[in-house]
């Protein structure tokens, strides 16, 4: 293995304990893959309300601890730890005015609390501050999203000779490039980071605050989730406004492909699924397959194929282009159709009302549930991914896994990791659409459904492709050791520049 390092982990999402999407995952699984390679993790996130209520056996790290934010703010907090099965210690940012709320970013009606510049600047400063006071010697911090990204700031602008944290490297992961935390200029001064930190190539963005494009300005190292989406955010449209700032970064920034806990999504194993299956073996499928049907009140039969959605009802996830077409196919093609999701008003109330409309052929459960996600994966022929940009993307990677194929508009992580089918050979892992279009989708869901019915060995063949494709944390770990070794590299020469 390479050097044992320090590495600590701050985000806002880190499974099981708060999760809104695929961050949670990546920076759960991250950490235990880091921890199996013998490096000393430690994992940071904040104590919201949902954690306190799951009464978890924590202890206390540190009673007391003064984060001195700007303005002469001084914010008092706790630092509960907690000790888990895989030896990852989570430690937990107690500052209830801050975080004991019902949602970790915005209200039940889905409004941002308008303190999350202050919260999330917090629990950077706070978690720097438990390194001094723990005496925890980072010799990596790893940032994910705007959330975190202001401690590679912090470092250079406060810490850079510090005993404890002057000798840290950053790496700044870029989930999504859409979310930037842009808020107006007198937000700023909270950060306690200085107007002269407050320049076009740092933070300032049309005269607000752009924490995002101050983190990347700062960090040693940045990367995003694949490498279709690095690609993708240097191109004006793709990058929300940042394509320049990634394209500066040079060498110093990368695409990783994000890995899966296939612990947790792996039909051989899956304890919530009613039947385990695998590639040797796929009667199981066509058991959760049945209890699909009957969980969604769909007729049970095994002569149609079940299309199969979850995700947040966001823009970024493209269920406009299912809305525009879902009943047009339910009418002229041989399928049914299953969603869970939850957000915004929109899709919530159209599939809330669609099995009204198309009674035995579509079923939806607007929520979140972890273990209708794993029966939809596990019972579903086809796992439809229309996202307009999806920087990797994890849902598309459980299916492979349960054989549940993919069909997917060809865009960053989505592009990357399914491959098309090829009527010819029978080669492939899925089905993609290049036009982000309600018609493409037709056609291209109308395609997978014609040869589930009409090309059965190549159904078969892809079946088992897809499933024994690998992405396993065990090869993106190896890639982010590199990249941490990249960040020390450039992290030293900053150093020598500056000194
Ligand atoms: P994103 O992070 O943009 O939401 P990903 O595909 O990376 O997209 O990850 C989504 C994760 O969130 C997956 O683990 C998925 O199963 C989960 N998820 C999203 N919505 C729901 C839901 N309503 N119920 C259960 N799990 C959900
Ligand atoms: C973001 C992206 C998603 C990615 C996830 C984990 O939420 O939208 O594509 O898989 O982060 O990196």
Redesign the pocket.
Known sequence: MTDRLNVLIVASEVSPYA?T???A?VTAALAIQLKKRGHDVRVILPYYASIRGKNLPLDSALESMCVRMGGNNEEWCKVLHMDTADDVPIYFVEHHAFFDRSGLYHDEAMHDYHDNPRRFSFLCRAALQYCMDAHFKPDIVHAHDWHTALLPAYLKVWFWDHEYLGHAASVLTV??AAHQGVYPHSQYGYFGLGEQAFTPDRFESWGQVNILKGGIAYSDMVNTVSPGYAKEITTPHGGFGLAPYFTAKGDAFCGVLNGVDYANWCPELDATIPAKFSVKDMAGKAECKRALQKAFKLEVRDDVPIVGA???FVT?KGYHLVRGTIEELLWDVPMQFVI???GDWENTSYFGMLPGRCPGRAGSYI????E??HLIEAGSDFFLMPSMFEP????QL?SLRYGTLPIVHATGGLDDTVEQYDEQTGDGTGFKFHAPTPHALYNTVRWAVSTWHDRKPHMKMMMERAMQRDFSWEHAVHDYEALYQNAIQKKAEYDNYHS
Do not use: F, P, V
């Open positions: 999760k999407g695929g961050l995952d989930h999504n979850i995700g947040r970024q869970l999701g939850s929520g979140y549930s972890e209708i996600a990797c993307g994890l849902n459980y």
